[in-house]
């Protein structure tokens, strides 16, 4: 994202907590040069992954599933 500097003095603030929540660095363009407000320590990976349901039931209710029933026992060489 590339801001002027009266951007960033009006979202001062919700700039500096999207840097950090994100990790995404903000340019800022003044007199021809660019400067960059970066995170001092980048985040991890696993942070920036988000979050999703993968199961849709309960966990313990996969503990005495019983598969007996869909188990075919393949013929030997």
């Given at each position: 994202?590339?801001?002027?500097?009266?951007?960033?003095?009006?979202?001062?603030?919700?700039?500096?907590?999207?840097?950090?929540?994100?990790?995404?660095?903000v340019?800022?363009?003044?007199?021809?040069?660019?400067l960059?407000?970066v995170?001092?320590?980048?985040?991890?990976k696993?942070?920036?992954?988000?979050?999703?349901?993968?199961l849709?039931?309960?966990?313990?209710?996969?503990?005495?599933?019983d598969?007996s029933?869909?188990w075919?026992?393949t013929?030997?060489?």
């Amino acid at each position: 994202m590339s801001l002027t500097p009266s951007k960033l003095r009006e979202n001062l603030y919700t700039i500096l907590d999207q840097v950090l929540e994100t990790g995404i660095p903000v340019e800022i363009r003044r007199r021809g040069k660019v400067l960059k407000i970066v995170p001092a320590e980048p985040r991890s990976k696993l942070a920036n992954l988000e979050r999703r349901p993968y199961l849709r039931t309960d966990p313990e209710a996969l503990i005495h599933v019983d598969w007996s029933s869909e188990w075919r026992p393949t013929a030997s060489s």
